[in-house]
């Protein structure tokens, strides 16, 4: 089966623009993540649902950033008036249930703030 | 509140050689550990965890992991290194007593020389 895919791979915005990054988990999956990796540094943690449930999104660096999973699947993380310190690689985890801890990792998408 | 220091940024060792890369953890709780690996242009990849347990973990590729409590630590060896290997690896640990999220470390770039 597929694993988590993520679009686009590639993003370059300039700073002030609105992006919006998508990802699919693995099928039947419950749980999903996303992450922030800097160049050079380990993921960050962003925020976690549960089936439409956004459990947790003690990561979001600021209030520009914004997450959504409304039918439990699929995931749109979007960052609301780009700067250039949002440039990373933002990264989509799934696991099959909750606690399940094996989380399959989708390619990332390279955000470029110019 | 969990977190792991990876100690050394970069590590080369030998085809055929040893590799060991380090991982301590810090938990207020019994730690979930984990190690990941990235290839270039590649999403994260589970090589192994510790949950409970046996605390020698086998996981791909001819790699284990030892969770030593008294030493809150949580080495990554494999006997002798391929070229193959060449990646980054990071070691992380899961929140599990608040929800999945995982904690990575900044990760371990390993070089493999012929």
């Known amino acids: 089966g597929a694993g988590v895919s993520q679009s686009p791979r590639y993003k370059v915005a300039k700073r002030g623009q609105d992006v919006a990054l998508r990802c699919d988990p693995i099928s039947g999956h419950v749980s999903l993540f996303w992450y922030q990796q800097a160049l050079g540094q380990g993921p960050e943690f962003l925020t976690y649902?549960?089936?439409?449930?956004?459990?947790?999104k003690s990561g979001l660096p600021s209030d520009r950033f914004f997450a959504e999973r409304p039918e439990g699947s699929v995931s749109t993380l979007k960052i609301q008036r780009t700067q250039q310190e949002d440039s990373a690689v933002y990264l989509c985890?799934?696991?099959?249930?909750?606690?399940?801890?094996?989380?399959?990792f989708g390619p990332g998408t390279r955000l470029t703030v110019t | 509140a969990q977190s792991v220091t990876q100690l050394g940024s970069h590590v080369s060792v030998s085809e055929g050689a040893l590799v060991l890369l380090r991982c301590n953890y810090s938990?207020?709780?019994?730690?979930?550990l984990f190690w990941y690996v990235q290839y270039p242009n590649q999403g994260l990849q589970l090589l192994l965890k510790y949950t409970t347990g046996a605390t020698l973990v086998k996981g791909i590729n001819g790699f284990e992991a030892e969770f030593k409590k008294s030493e809150t630590s949580f080495h990554l060896t494999k006997p002798s290194a391929h070229m193959s290997d060449a990646a980054e690896y990071f070691c992380a640990v899961s929140d599990h007593d608040r929800d999945d999220k995982i904690i990575f470390g900044k990760g371990t770039r390993l070089h493999i020389l012929p």
């Open positions: 985890a799934s696991s099959f249930r909750q606690a399940d801890y094996e989380q399959y």
């Open positions: 649902f549960q089936n439409e449930a956004q459990l947790d």
């Open positions: 938990s207020s709780v019994p730690p979930y």
